[in-house]
């Protein structure tokens, strides 16, 4: 069974899709235009799709379609946050299942892109052929508090850092600052300063157990427009109102596959462990010792053997 990345492909097609409020989502298309078609709902909220992505798939086997969530990436407006909550993506994925003209795909979403996935399939089981969820999220007020405020020991130094900079008088959290900083207001030396500091402690999140990288030079105002769009989910708790896994019901007839490394720091491996239970016909592939980066030795190759097992039945 396949355990390395497909090669690298650049997009057969791409371009963006009006999907009201004035949001433009961009869209790219590559493998297979004949091939099984599958959508990768990408994380965040507020990070985007990535050539990465596309790479876990056979491109000889699958129609991979990729998108930006409105906000992110290359959708415009950049940052948008009006008209920008759950429901309003929901809805863009059906839109752009209906633009490609399919009666039905199969999905993949990682992290914030699993809750994304759950949510849609929920609301549309009759247009998922079959389900990856990879660590994914369930945008409980726990998650979000343990990710803004009570990191694990090996990530406390760059969470430090970034909570220095909500000023002490100011009484508030991390993500009170930063819904200020990056929706309410418009000092771009300020924003700049919270979002590299934002971005290099998540990349210590991310990356848990393993030790965080130095981060690069960051495109700025790619950096502001992802941790304004992310404030604003986490803000108003995803706009996911009630327990999440409360419709799972619907997911019955949906072959389901959750992949999770057991010391994820963002989403906790118990969040697959819930979806299992709610969904008794999941099967759960556990990743030892292994936390959230997709790009996890473990994480990786358990992945690809799963969708792996999707070309086998297509």
Avoid at 132 to 152: D, K
Avoid at 229 to 238: T, W
Avoid at 283 to 292: E, F, P, S, T
């Amino acid at each position: 069974m396949k355990t390395k990345l497909f090669p690298e492909t650049p997009p057969r097609a791409q371009g963006w899709l009006a999907v009201g409020g004035g949001h433009e989502i961009h869209w790219q298309t590559s493998g297979n235009p004949e091939g099984a078609p599958v959508v990768w709902l990408h994380g965040g909220p507020g990070s985007s799709a990535s050539p990465l992505h596309r790479r876990f798939f056979d491109p000889e086997a699958f129609w991979i379609i990729q998108f930006d969530q409105r906000g992110c990436g290359r959708s415009r407006p950049q940052g948008g946050i009006q008209q920008n909550e759950t429901r309003d993506l929901i809805a863009d994925i059906e839109r752009l299942r209906t633009h490609f003209g399919l009666s039905a795909w199969s999905v993949v979403g990682g992290s914030w892109g699993g809750a994304l996935a759950l949510l849609y399939a929920m609301s549309h089981p009759e247009r998922i052929e079959r389900m990856l969820l990879r660590s994914p999220f369930l945008c409980t007020p726990a998650e979000i508090e343990n990710f803004m405020e009570s990191p694990p020991t090996a990530c406390r130094e760059r969470w430090l850092s970034l909570k220095s900079l909500v000023p002490v008088d100011s009484g508030q959290t991390v993500l009170e600052y930063g819904y200020q900083v990056f929706c309410m207001e418009n000092n771009f030396t300020e924003q700049v300063r919270l979002a590299q500091a934002w971005a290099a402690y998540e990349t210590a999140m991310n990356v848990y157990p393993a030790q965080a990288p130095v981060l690069g030079p960051l495109d700025e105002s790619a950096l502001i427009a992802r941790y304004r769009i992310q404030s604003h989910y986490l803000k108003h708790h995803c706009f996911v109102r009630t327990d999440l896994l409360a419709g799972s019901h619907a997911l019955k007839e949906i072959p389901l596959t959750l992949v999770h490394g057991d010391s994820d720091a963002l989403c906790p491996f118990a969040n697959s462990q819930a979806i299992q239970r709610a969904v008794p016909h999941a099967k759960l592939v556990r990743v030892d010792n292994a936390g959230h980066d997709l790009t996890d030795a473990g994480v990786l190759a358990a992945t690809l053997v799963e969708l792996g097992l999707w070309r086998e039945c297509s």
